[in-house]
């Protein structure tokens, strides 16, 4: 198993354009996030998904946006992009196992709107 | 708003010795307590996870949870400068086992 994917590791934007930084799992995980992390935080949850064609808002979702067509794949779209959203990005997976919801990380997106 | 509280560090601790890292949370519903470890320049990997109040240990660390005190804590026997990384708390949101909220993390030095 690969587990959590993300490409691409490193990407330079322009402040106005747009990109998508996709996000693929392997491990047949019913639910997946998108997180931010800014130097020094935590993470915070940008859109999560429960499931194929289900998804839902999390703390920080202005200025992205997100779709789940399929269980493996979970891209986030970034519209016009903007010098705050220069962050590192992770997307992650988790399986319901008894009640307990472990997320499996990707190696991340460092992203830098200039 | 829902809260995860670490301290920032760094926590500076000898090689061989017991290092201690505390974590506490707002949300009196939540059910289970996380720790990761995230090296620098890489995502988080899970070291345990707990649920129920007292301790659960898996090799050299050992988790503690005490509900009461809305207090969870992390302990790492013979540290090893491996060890060195930072250190993240989430907690999950009562009545969504699965959302989490983070803590900033603390960020540990193992010395050799």
């Known amino acids: 198993n690969a587990g959590v994917t993300q490409t691409p590791k490193f990407r330079i934007l322009k402040i106005g354009q747009s990109m998508t930084l996709q996000c693929t799992q392997d491990?047949?995980?019913?639910?997946m996030y998108w997180y931010r992390q800014d130097p020094g935080m935590g993470l915070k949850l940008i859109y999560y998904s429960v499931g194929a064609g289900i998804t839902d808002k999390g703390e920080v979702p202005n200025g992205y946006n997100v779709s789940r067509s399929t269980t493996e794949d979970f891209p986030l779209r970034l519209e016009l992009a903007a010098p705050s959203q220069t962050s590192v990005y992770f997307c992650a997976s988790s399986l319901p196992g008894q009640g307990i919801y472990e997320q499996y990380f990707g190696p991340g997106t460092r992203l830098t709107v200039t | 708003q829902k809260e995860v509280e670490q301290n920032s560090g760094p926590l500076s601790v000898p090689e061989g010795a017991i290092a201690s890292l505390n974590c506490t949370y707002s949300d009196r519903g939540s059910q289970s307590f996380f720790w990761y470890r995230q090296y620098s320049g890489k995502s988080p990997e899970l070291i345990m996870f707990?649920?129920s109040n007292g301790d659960k240990e898996d090799g050299r660390f050992t988790a503690q949870l005490n509900k009461a005190s809305q207090y969870v804590s992390l302990l790492i026997r013979d540290s090893q400068p491996s060890d060195s990384a930072t250190y993240l708390c989430?907690?999950?949101?009562?009545?969504?086992?699965?959302?989490?909220?983070w803590g900033a993390g603390t960020k540990l030095i193992i010395k050799p």
């Open positions: 491990m047949n995980h019913n639910y």
């Open positions: 707990i649920y």
């Open positions: 989430a907690v999950n949101i009562m009545d969504s086992n699965y959302q989490l909220i």
